[in-house]
């Protein structure tokens, strides 16, 4: 039996490293997890996100995933004015089996982005990030085979572990690289590779042990503005780790009440799509520096049965402190 379990929670750590590494459909709003080379990459002085995502609830809590950074400019004055240097901290958690398996991880990342023109509309930029990841196996929130007898469930086994919470701690480390650029401050596209587990660390639990394969995501979008009111954002990424792999696509309306202030209200409608997985609409509203996010997945896969076709809701948060004072840096927004 225990080394039947150790299959099971290998193939499902290694499932989750692969498929919720980590797994936002608002992808655009959590940028740290999404490009080391994003780090910086805003118009500001600094910006913080937050993201809450909850995948399957009908499913036991199948995955809870909740994501936080924190990034701003450094040396400005020391560099051209054309450039942008950035400094990062970001962190997440990823529970999943109803929280008995929970993933840490707090990363210190930095990225550059030199201007190929004098002012500064193109720009092509790296980002390193470093993460300490901690993993850890609540063993007491877990069932066994052993459990389960003829007088009924009885909750006592002969697993050596019964109740131990089991740890695996590592350095990960991650890179990418990006092409950002504009013909005007109304309109923005870009064009990213980013790479992460590039060290191919390794989960060690109770003897066993997984090699987490390298996540490679390939995304791109844009913004250009449709009429005085109304700018269209589109996105992508296509993204692969060992054997799996996802692709999403789409793009939302920015209808903005009062564009002729410097920070105008914005509402934003669209949606995306994650192919042969889920639909996923989004609404967002903007004021001030501040803009919200939510959308909710409506599953499509052969999970749907068992999920009831809900894939779970997800909220982001970005602050970008812009004061009037500062220089503008073109760059992407979604």
Not at 31 to 42: D, H, S
Not at 60 to 85: C, E, G, M, R
């Amino acid at each position: 039996m225990l080394r039947i379990l150790i299959v099971i929670l290998s193939c499902c750590l290694f499932g989750s490293a692969q498929a919720q590494d980590p797994h936002f459909s608002q992808f655009f709003a959590s940028p740290l997890t999404l490009n080391p080379a994003l780090t910086g990459k805003f118009s500001g002085t600094y910006r913080i996100t937050g993201n809450y995502r909850n995948q399957w609830p009908t499913i036991n809590n199948a995955y809870v995933t909740t994501a936080f950074s924190a990034d701003f400019h450094i040396l400005q004055n020391k560099i051209p004015n054309n450039d942008t240097w950035g400094f990062g901290m970001s962190g997440y958690n990823d529970k999943s089996a109803n929280g008995a398996v929970s993933f840490n991880f707090a990363s210190l990342s930095t990225a550059y982005h030199k201007g190929l023109d004098e002012d500064g509309y193109h720009q092509i930029g790296a980002g390193f990030q470093v993460s300490y990841a901690n993993t850890l196996i609540n063993t007491s929130m877990l069932n066994f085979e052993d459990q389960l007898t003829a007088n009924g469930f009885t909750g006592i086994t002969s697993e050596t572990f019964n109740g131990a919470t089991l740890a695996s701690k590592y350095v990960d480390i991650n890179a990418g690289f990006m092409y950002n650029g504009s013909t005007s401050d109304k309109n923005n596209f870009y064009f990213g590779v980013s790479m992460y587990h590039i060290n191919r660390p390794k989960q060690n639990f109770n003897g066993g042990q997984n090699i987490l394969s390298p996540r490679t995501t390939i995304h791109g979008g844009g913004y250009f503005p449709v009429s005085p009111h109304a700018t269209l954002h589109m996105s992508a990424l296509h993204m692969t780790q060992g054997g799996a792999s996802e692709t999403m696509l789409g793009g939302a309306i920015q209808l903005i009440a009062n564009p002729e202030v410097e920070k105008p209200v914005s509402i934003y409608a669209g949606s995306w799509l994650r192919l042969n997985d889920a639909y996923i609409p989004y609404l967002g509203l903007e004021f001030n520096d501040l803009r919200i996010g939510v959308s909710y997945d409506l599953n499509t896969s052969a999970l749907k049965t068992a999920s009831l076709n809900r894939g779970g809701i997800e909220i982001s948060l970005i602050y970008v402190r812009r004061p009037s004072t500062d220089r503008p840096i073109n760059c992407p927004k979604f």
